[in-house]
């Protein structure tokens, strides 16, 4: 009697996840592949690495006038050469095999933890904290420098 319980909750769960992916339109159904690579373009990278650049820069500027600070900004930059050079070992395992997938600009999006998001909404959380870090340190420099 608990199996047919079983059965038959289970058969209800294949028949809503059939019903749901009915509705799905063919832009969400793309090939799957490993997105290794943050299905990021280079204009992001190069947004959050310059972000992260005028982060340092202003900080220095602000504060590079003794050592313990200057010791303070070379770890801070190592932690961040660290953070970054990680993922980009791990990007490039696999890289080879990665390229006979479709590409994964092709579906107008990114999959993220939460779900899909298109590609504005996803560079906006992605950026939103590296431009805010470099406009704090820009406006910590301007302090320093009128004070």
Known sequence: MLMDFQMEGGQAITAEITAEMQGLSERYRAPAHESRNFELPASVWIT???SYAL???ALFVATGHGTAAIFALVI????????????????????????????????GGIETQTGWMDYTAAYAQILTVPILL???????????ALV
């Open 76 to 107: 801070s930059i190592a932690y961040t050469v660290m953070y970054f050079g990680t993922a980009a070992v791990l990007n490039n395992v696999s890289a080879v095999e990665r390229k006979s997938l479709p590409p994964a600009h092709s579906t």
């Open 55 to 57: 982060f340092f820069t």
């Open 134 to 144: 470099a406009v704090f340190a820009c406006a910590f420099a301007v302090i320093r």
């Open 48 to 50: 959050m690495f310059g």
